[in-house]
Antibody, heavy 115, light 107 residues
Framework: QVQLQESGPGLVKPSETLSLTCAVS????????WSWIRQSPGKGLEWIGY???????KYNPSLEGRVTMSVDLPKNQFSLKLSSVAAADTAVYFC?????????WGQGILVTVSS | DIQLTQSPSSLSASVGDRVTITCRAS??????LKWFQQKPGKAPNLLIY???TLKSGVASRFSGGGFGTDFTLTINSLQPEDFAIYFC?????????FGQGTTLDIK
């Protein structure tokens, strides 16, 4: 059974870069598209983007220019970088596997942007 | 971008009740709609995909309906474990947007 686990700093300073990693177990990262989603009280759920293991990406235009996703095949994980963060980027960040009936999300990680 | 309008935002019901949540898309999304259940501090769980198909292992009291722009999630005979937050997501066209969520609590 596939499991996804987010990791990274829980506190990021304004203007810095948020960096998160999603470790995938129970499935190969070469099999599907992999997404990042965030959830905040003010904005609800927001899809950040997805990546395929070959490097194909699609980002939400609302965040384009600040988002970078990458894949680490040997470690079977993928990552998110969000630059120039502000308080509005405070949220619970989820990683997820796309794929219709096989959609699975991680538990999520709270990232707070504060000095 | 495709907007999803979900209603109601909150709903109070009793064990044994039947409830329906609606999700309306701002344009035709065919049947590219999923429904998720989320409990506090937990990962969202997929209930329904392709608008009407129940994910394997999900209780049969959950059902999805609709096509195009109007969709529903119905829960028959509510059980205590069903009190949670429900949200819809479209995967027809990126960015894959979400409904605002419906909080289902015990009356």
């Amino acid at each position: 059974q596939v499991q996804l686990q987010e990791s990274g700093p829980g506190l990021v300073k304004p203007s810095e870069t948020l960096s998160l990693t999603c470790a995938v177990s129970g499935d190969s990262i070469t099999n599907y598209y992999w997404s990042w989603i965030r959830q905040s009280p003010g904005k609800g759920l927001e899809w950040i983007g997805y990546i395929y293991y070959l490097g194909n990406t699609k980002y939400n235009p609302s965040l384009e220019g600040r988002v970078t996703m990458s894949v680490d095949l040997p470690k079977n994980q993928f990552s998110l970088k969000l630059s120039s963060v502000a308080a509005a980027d405070t949220a619970v960040y989820f990683c997820a596997r796309e794929g219709g009936p096989l959609a699975v999300w991680g538990q999520g990680i709270l990232v707070t942007v504060s000095s | 971008d495709i907007q999803l309008t979900q209603s109601p935002s909150s709903l109070s019901a009793s064990v044994g009740d039947r409830v329906t949540i609606t999700c309306r898309a701002s344009q035709d999304i065919n049947n590219y709609l999923k429904w998720f259940q989320q409990k506090p501090g937990k990962a969202p769980n997929l209930l329904i995909y392709s608008a009407t198909t129940l994910k394997s292992g999900v209780a049969s009291r959950f059902s999805g309906g609709g096509f195009g722009t109007d969709f529903t999630l119905t829960i028959n005979s509510l059980q205590p474990e069903d009190f949670a937050i429900y949200f819809c997501q479209q995967s027809y066209s990126p960015p894959y947007s979400f409904g605002q969520g419906t909080t289902l609590d015990i009356k």
